[in-house]
């Protein structure tokens, strides 16, 4: 598999979605050879890029690159982190780009009905518009729903609402023999059968394609609030998360912060953060229903925060002080992406995320080099960024490369094996893609893995789908 396609193949291709629709010069294709991991050295062009219009279309590229083995890489907004739609064994790449339909908002059901090709940025301003709300926000908005939906993604609201998984009733997916299968419904339980829905969420494209997508919408919420609340130690900011969520308080969001990236961020985008205090930061969004309502939730959270070491509770009460509190914190990555080596997306039991993060500390000292690291602090998400950097006196000093490429491997294992030693995961909401595939047997048992290849094996017994992904066969 993944020898460049013959002009009879290529010519097949073209019939099937149209001449337009399939790339095959080199310089086109490079878009279509990595997605945001930021090393180039894993990216690979394609031997095609094929852009399907249809499910059937889609059904018949399948049925030929499996017939003649060539391997088939499902792709959509390539916002993804650890290289799982890169085409690192060649082949064809699937981009569902054009299969960006919103199909049908079905309000008695409280659903949406979508193409996999549809990104966020066109979804949730339809879903709002229809008086509804989309809960997962997984970050970049031109992701799209496909994609969101095979690496099963979560973002910063999953601590109250969920992930990815908590909103898909229904998939159409296409198999590598080209079959077409639709799993679930606009159904709220069932109990019929091995739930194969839930097993191609988070699959990250190596079982079939999703080309279409039911979605539970739910009730807009009436009010949203964000609390920051500065500390001088991180650990006091983080243990007083399990104070709140014991008070039955369950906010939208909770993250932590630290400082640092905090100013590089207002620098970045000439805007200001509401405190200059501490040295990390709480970001705490609740939502409710009434005025009232709102003014007591966020008088507790103020509170138990206070009462836990915080040096002050700012709010951001009104639309436009919460949009700058919202956009410093969702440009952070792009702040110090051209210094960023990789984003870890390690889980670990909310319990553990102190101990974790000191570790991170610890190796950070250890081999000196930064590593900036914030996240979800209420559901145990925690995301380190490998720099080829340190950071001193407010300054960012770029390391040489022979130097942070003799670190990067040594970082990583320590890190990963700090999160097996916690219970934790190597992935809480990016996938495994090629990135993390060396690091799975740190966290999953042998057995466990085998049983996973052999799903792999039934569903795609010719290893077209997103070849070399997750695992080896």
Known sequence: MGSALTDRIIQKLQSIAGEKNVICEAEKMFDYSH?????????????AVVKPGSTEEVSRICRLADR???????????TGLCGGCVPSSGGIVLSLERMNKIIEVDKRNQMIVVEAGVM?????????EEGFFFPPHPGDETAMIGGVIATNAGGSRAVKYGVVRNYVRGLEVVLASGAVVDLGGKLMKSSTGYNLLN?????EGTLGVITRAIIQLMPSPQISRSLIIPYDELERAIDTVPEI??????????????????????EFLRKRWPSTMGNTYLLIICDASTDDQMDRLSEQVADIC?????????VADSPAKQQEVL????????AIKAHTLEILDIAVPRAEIARHVRRVQEVSQKYEIWLPTFGHAADGNVHTHIMKAVYEDGRIIP????????????????LYRDCKEKGGVISGEHGIGIVKKPYLSYVLDQESINLMKGIKRTFDPNNILNPGKIFDL
Do not use: C
């Open 327 to 334: 956009e410093i914190r969702s440009k952070i990555y792009e």
């Open 120 to 128: 966020l940025m066109d979804l949730y301003p339809r879903v709002e």
């Open 399 to 414: 390391l040489p490369e022979a130097d942070w490429k003799e670190k990067l491997e040594h970082v990583r294992k320590e």
């Open 68 to 78: 003649e083995r060539i391997p088939v890489i499902p792709r959509g907004g390539a």
């Open 245 to 266: 969520l014991a008070k039955k308080i369950l906010p939208l969001a909770v993250e932590f912060i630290p400082k640092d990236v905090i100013r590089i961020t207002e």
């Open 306 to 314: 206070m009462a836990n070491g915080a040096l002050d509770v700012f």
């Open 35 to 47: 997605d945001e991991f930021s090393l180039r050295d894993i990216a690979r062009e394609p031997d």
């Open 199 to 203: 097993l191609m969420i988070g699959s």
